[in-house]
């Protein structure tokens, strides 16, 4: 599927809202309370969603995922480590999400990709993010694409129901910096 990423306008927020909630009902039934999953408004969270875009010290960079019809077919919102320690350089994937009928067809790889591109061009050195214990399906997506377990956990409350998350990280690579003209070679020395 051709899917280009850009950063999302606020046209895009309704979209992006019900990719959001859809993702959360999709991903988290039989994980997150079915209460917790109902209650969930996509007009709710596009109110919000417009709030945060509107801030200008706006946490993140919010980028869609857009098919060739110009249909928002993903999201995903990157920026600085919200928590404590790693580090300074440590940045954050806050959220990844894709309509779930498109799930498993390179939409999340091609967003994650440029997630993680957009955080090295902001100076981090290396990408965490938190995923459910339980969601075994994200767990698998982003160890196939490199990440790692660090052992940090965090418990978030869904309604009456607290859940545990694993946090895990990627180092970044930044791209090679071109060669420097006129070096010497080691050879000649």
């Keep these: 599927m051709m899917t280009h990423v850009r950063e999302m306008t606020e046209a895009d927020v309704d979209a992006v809202s019900a990719i959001r909630v859809g993702g959360w009902r999709h991903a988290y039934a039989g994980i997150v309370p079915a209460s917790y999953l109902a209650a969930m408004s996509v007009e709710e969270d596009a109110l919000r969603r417009r709030a945060l875009l509107r801030r200008p010290d706006r946490p993140g960079t919010d980028l869609v ?4 019809d110009g249909t928002v077919t993903g999201w995903a919102c990157v920026g600085s480590y919200r928590g404590g320690p790693p580090g300074p350089d440590a940045g954050e994937l ?10 498993g067809t390179g939409i999340g790889r091609t967003l994650l990709a440029t ?6 061009d902001q100076g981090h050195g290396t990408l965490l993010l938190w ?3 339980d969601n075994t ?13 660090d052992g940090a956990v965090q418990h978030d409350d869904y309604g009456p129901t607290e859940l545990p998350e694993l946090r895990y990280h990627r180092p970044l690579h930044p791209a090679p910096a071109a060669p420097a ?5 080691p050879g000649n020395g």
Excluded: C
Excluded at 115 to 120: G, K, V
Excluded at 137 to 149: D, I, K, L, P, V
């Design 131 to 133: 995923v459910l214990a």
């Design 94 to 103: 806050y959220a990844l999400y894709v309509r779930p009928d498109l799930m």
């Design 181 to 185: 003209t006129g070096a010497v070679n």
């Design 65 to 68: 995922a857009v098919g060739a």
């Design 137 to 149: 399906r994200a767990r698998h997506f982003y160890e196939t694409a490199g990440y790692t377990a």
């Design 115 to 120: 997630a993680e591109s957009r955080a090295a």
